[in-house]
């Protein structure tokens, strides 16, 4: 298991603009949620470590990324995928609707 530090809601600034600080290395940013999606680092800390964090009931860990020579799409998506083609999104937009 990797180290990782648990990232806090500090503050919400009155743009709505979260402050987040890990207590354990002083990481700080800000972050903007959509449709201005922005995030700005203040305090760099570890990074080195994963950082997690969450908020309202939901709690966001660490990520794993794993390459996988399978390429096989799970059935369910097949009904979504030919419903994307028929709709033709490659083909000439109409520009005067």
Same mark, same amino acid.
């Given at each position: ?5 648990? +990232?806090?809601?500090? =503050? =919400?600034?009155?743009? *709505? ?6 207590? =354990?290395?002083? %990481? %700080?940013?800000? +972050? ?12 760099? *800390? ?10 309202? *009931?939901?709690? +966001? *860990? ?36």
């Amino acid at each position: 298991m990797h180290d990782q530090h648990e +990232m806090h809601l500090e =503050t =919400t600034h009155p743009s *709505g603009a979260e402050e987040w600080a890990c207590p =354990t290395c002083g %990481r %700080r940013f800000l +972050m903007q949620w959509p449709p201005a999606y922005k995030k700005v680092v203040l305090e760099v *800390g570890d990074v080195s470590i994963a950082h997690t964090g969450g908020k309202g *009931g939901l709690h +966001m *860990g660490s990520v794993e990324v794993i390459q996988s020579d399978d390429l096989t799409l799970p059935d369910g998506l097949q009904p979504w995928l030919k419903g994307l083609k028929d709709l033709d999104l490659d083909g000439e937009w109409d520009h005067a609707a």
